[in-house]
């Protein structure tokens, strides 16, 4: 079984920053990609930055220049560096990893529980 357990969500000021981890265990021989996506009330949850393993990124526009997505595939930790945090970035921040490899016939996608981050004005 594989395990997501996510961690650095708070409550911020605006302008402030928080570092999210996500560390996933398990039975694990590799992960394909990892991401990172939010959900704020009342909305869908929304694909906010993913890189895959060889370290090509992706980010949603709204966080190009402010948020920064890394990991490291020995430890399959992925991280998230949020800067210049705003109001609108307050949300529950959920962790994925996509293509997880635990045999060599079996992958799947596994979720995080999820870390509120909440940015005040």
């Known amino acids: 079984q594989v395990q997501l357990v996510e961690s650095g969500g708070g409550l911020v000021q605006a302008g402030g920053s928080l570092r999210l981890s996500c560390a996933a265990s398990?039975?694990?021989?590799?992960?394909?990609?990892m991401g990172w996506y939010r959900q704020a009330p009342g909305k869908q949850r929304e694909l906010v930055a993913d890189?895959?393993?060889?370290?090509?990124?992706s980010y949603k526009d709204a966080v190009k220049g402010r948020f920064t997505i890394s990991r490291d595939n020995a430890k399959n930790t992925v991280y998230l560096q949020m800067d210049s945090l705003k109001p609108e970035d307050t949300a529950v921040y959920y962790c994925?990893?996509?293509?997880?490899?635990?045999?060599?016939?079996?992958?799947?996608?596994?979720w995080g529980q999820g870390t509120q981050v909440t940015v005040s004005s």
């Open positions: 398990g039975n694990i021989i590799s992960i394909s990609v």
């Open positions: 994925e990893a996509r293509g997880v490899a635990t045999s060599f016939h079996s992958r799947g996608d596994y």
């Open positions: 890189i895959t393993s060889g370290g090509s990124t």
